[in-house]
């Protein structure tokens, strides 16, 4: 990334080739894994469950719109190719 050196790719980037054929057979986004038979595959024998759970908001309420707009300048090749929404806070 030329224009912020802190900026190192987006996630889509570390599984293209330099002409943007995907690399991979499959891409289990991490919040899909309970609904994927890699699970059931990887994880039968390990306790999945959470260690150390922290307790926080929705991700949304860390957002306003400006910030909203900067994220998905920087990361529109992964929101695109793996069609991620921007949810509001769900209603509790």
């Known amino acids: ?3 912020d050196k802190w ?3 987006s996630q889509i980037s570390w599984l293209v080739d330099r002409n943007g054929a995907v690399l991979v ?3 289990i986004k991490l919040e899909e894994l309970d609904q994927t038979s890699l ?4 994880c039968s024998n390990l306790d999945m ?3 150390n759970p922290s307790s926080h908001g929705h ?3 860390y ?5 909203r707009q900067i994220l998905e300048s920087y990361m529109w090749p992964d929101i695109r190719r793996y ?3 921007y949810e509001s806070q769900p209603d509790v």
Do not use: I, M, P
């Not at 957002?63 to 910030?67: L, S």
């Open 1 to 3: 990334n030329d224009k």
């Open 7 to 9: 900026f190192n790719a």
């Open 25 to 27: 057979d499959e891409v």
């Open 39 to 42: 699970r059931a595959k990887l």
């Open 49 to 51: 469950g959470q260690v």
């Open 59 to 61: 991700y949304s309420e």
């Open 63 to 67: 957002y306003d719109e400006a910030t």
């Open 83 to 85: 069609n991620y929404v």
